[in-house]
Structures are given as C-alpha cells and as structure tokens.
C-alpha cells in the first residue's frame, strides 16, 4: 500500500498554514464572551472545547518534545486521535478565553517554524499508524500529515466556528480556494468518477472531469464540510458520500 503524500510543494504548504493560524487568531479574536459556551457542530465539543483542541494541536508542533509528551499522555488513555484530542481539550479545560486566545497567537508562528523545518526524508516517512477512510485502512506519509492535514484541521474548525457563532468567516481564492482546489483534486482522485463539479462563494470554482458524471453544485464550504462528515442540510449526490479527511 503506497502512502498518501502532500501534493503541495513544502513551501507552499507552510505559507498556507502561516495564514490559516493568522485567520484562526483573527476569528478568534471577533468572537464575544458568550460565544464560548455555544455548541458547535461537533456534538461533543462547545467553542472553549473547540478552541482548546485547536490550540493543543498547534502546540503539539511546535517541538518534537511536545509531540512526544501529547503523543505519550494520549497512548496512556489508550491511544488514537480521539485521545490525543481530548487530551488537548482537557488540559486546556480551566483557561480563560482571553489566555487561550493569548497562546494562540504565539503558537500558530512557531508551529510553523517547526513544521517548516521538518526535512525531507523525515517528511516522507510513514505514519506508525493506519488511518480508516471511507471504511478502509491507508497509510500517510508524515508529510501529508504535516503539510496537509495539520492546515485543513484549524481551517475546518474556523468554519465551525463560523456558523456555531455567527460571525465572519474570511474567505479568499488565494487561500481558501487553493485549499479547496486540493480538496476536490483528493476526492476526484479517491472516488475516481466522472464528474462536473461548480462550487460557490469565494473559495469556489469549477471542476470537470470525463462527459458522463453528475452535475453537482452548492457553496464550497458545504462541500468541505460534507466530506468531512459534517452533513448537514445537503442532499448527497452518491459521489459526496466520499470521505476527505480534515
């Protein structure tokens, strides 16, 4: 089994994280005092608890030594992501919005300092673990966990933020579409079907590929949130029920 890469160029990729933990602190910061305590579409988790695992998941890399200390205290509770996650979550339990705002904003600069620093041969290691998708188990390479999901992770908890909050969610072709674009680029590449794809709203576009697929159209954070299990309102074509993973 050939392991899931990064098809980003690694400078790409850390210019793309440097932003998304800008604008995850500038949502951040929008948000009011009440807002904290607002469930969020991830039925386990309120704002504060939503926001304390974004920040734990950026302080895991900022240092191998933080990742280690994480990674061991989550094997203790019996390991996985859902562990890692509370873990974060629960030691964050007890800060005050304004602290966890605070960290936040040092964090996201040397998390991607870490990250960008990750060389290579490091980069295109496997994961120790297995990851099930779509029902099935794959291999990442340590890149692709790095240089991809460890951005599409906050960007997809900023939407989250967005709607349990109603505030603003800032959207741009040049970053958020990108990350689109290598959303639908993975998905094509996962179901490998037909299709015509036209996705709205700033971080949209239009996709074909081959004559013989469904025609498919709604808003482009719809589309993201579908794929990552967030149904929804969304009636699914077949071709949405493939999983991406955030």
Not at 183 to 212: M, Q, S
Request: with cysteine; net charge negative; proline share 5%.
């Amino acid at each position: 089994m050939e392991p899931r890469t990064s098809r980003w160029e690694h400078s790409t990729a850390m210019a793309l994280a440097a932003t998304e933990y800008d604008r995850g602190l500038a949502h951040l910061r929008r948000l009011a005092e009440d807002d904290w305590s607002k469930p969020t579409a991830c039925s386990a988790w309120d704002v504060h608890q939503m926001v304390a695992h974004m920040l734990g998941m950026a302080e895991m890399v900022t240092s191998l030594r933080e990742m280690v200390r994480q990674q061991r205290l989550a094997a203790r509770r019996g390991g996985g992501i859902d562990n890692l996650t509370q873990l974060q979550v629960d030691e964050h339990a007890d800060w005050s919005p304004e602290r966890i705002v605070e960290r936040f904003g040092e964090t996201g600069p040397r998390a991607v300092t870490w990250r960008r620093r990750v060389p290579r041969v490091i980069r295109n290691r496997r994961l120790p673990e297995l990851q099930r998708i779509n029902g099935a188990d794959e291999s990442w390479t340590l890149g692709f966990l790095f240089d991809v999901i460890l951005t599409r992770d906050p960007w997809m908890h900023r939407t989250d933020l967005a709607l349990a909050t109603q505030t603003v969610l800032e959207l741009t072709p040049e970053h958020d579409g990108f990350l689109v674009a290598g959303v639908v680029e993975e998905w094509a590449d996962r179901h490998g079907k037909d299709f015509d794809l036209t996705l709205t709203g700033p971080a949209g576009g239009h996709w074909t590929v081959g004559v013989n697929g469904p025609v498919i159209e709604l808003d482009a954070i719809d589309y993201c949130r579908v794929l990552s299990g967030r149904r929804g309102p969304v009636e699914l074509d077949e071709l949405l029920s493939t999983e991406v993973p955030f």
